[in-house]
T-cell receptor, first 111, second 115 residues
Framework: GQQVMQIPQYQHVQEGEDFTTYCNSS?????IQWYKQRPGGHPVFLIQ?????EVKKQKRLTFQFGEAKKNSSLHITATQTTDVGTYFC???????????FGAGTILRVKS | GAGVSQSPSNKVTEKGKDVELRCDPI?????LYWYRQSLGQGLEFLIY????????KSGLPSDRFSAERTGGSVSTLTIQRTQQEDSAVYLC?????????????FGDGTRLSIL
């Protein structure tokens, strides 16, 4: 079935350093969504990308969708302790009726 | 406005007992999803509802798991004869429609512990 692979599994950075998580699919995705889950919390929708090569920014967060619509990335510039959490990407399932989530990247920020 | 509401927030029960978890989606959201998340792990899809019907039950781990949704609103996930491996956080999400291009809104989850 449809799979979305996400790397790295875990990253520990010094506050102020940049962070990137990558998401890859074996098939073309019609769209990709990103979610953030704070420790002890629930996933919260961040953004959706739809167009090939699309780039969207939310303050220090930059989201990209690959030209082939098979991969995506989330880049955080100058991390802060508030960025701590798990970042999930999610793509459409085989029949477009559900999301398939990546395993997530756990981000820890050392101040 | 109210978000997705789940109850109970925590449930501790003995192995072999049945448990029922409840999800109250955002009003007007036709799609409802159940996920399971073990500690430090990703989201495991269980079942999806569009209205009251469940077009995709592919993620239910065994026949001990069942779910229903009534009135196109509240859903209950039932686990019969619980086992220790059922211990996890059970998350419910709803979305405006049943297509994968709709953002999903999650509840706070039910933390289930099987002794």
């Amino acid at each position: 079935g449809q799979q979305v692979m996400q790397i790295p599994q875990y990253q520990h950075v010094q506050e102020g350093e940049d962070f990137t998580t990558y998401c890859n699919s074996s098939t073309t995705l019609s769209n990709i969504q990103w979610y953030k889950q704070r420790p002890g919390g629930h996933p919260v929708f961040l953004i959706q990308l739809v167009k090939s090569g699309e780039v969207k920014k939310q303050k220090r967060l930059t989201f990209q969708f690959g030209e082939a619509k098979k991969n995506s990335s989330l880049h955080i510039t100058a991390t802060q302790t508030t960025d701590v959490g798990t970042y999930f990407c999610a793509g459409p399932g085989e029949y477009g009726n559900k999301l398939v989530f990546g395993a997530g990247t756990i981000l820890r920020v050392k101040s | 406005g109210a978000g997705v509401s789940q109850s109970p927030s925590n449930k501790v029960t003995e192995k072999g007992k049945d448990v029922e978890l409840r999800c109250d989606p955002i009003s007007g959201h036709t799609a409802l999803y159940w996920y399971r998340q073990s500690l430090g792990q990703g989201l495991e899809f269980l079942i999806y509802f569009q209205g009251n019907s469940a077009p995709d039950k592919s993620g239910l781990p065994s026949d001990r798991f069942s779910a229903e949704r009534t009135g196109g609103s509240v859903s209950t996930l039932t686990i019969q004869r619980t086992q220790q491996e059922d211990s996890a956080v059970y998350l419910c999400a709803s979305s405006l429609g049943g297509l994968s291009n709709q953002p999903q809104h999650f509840g706070d989850g039910t933390r289930l512990s099987i002794l």
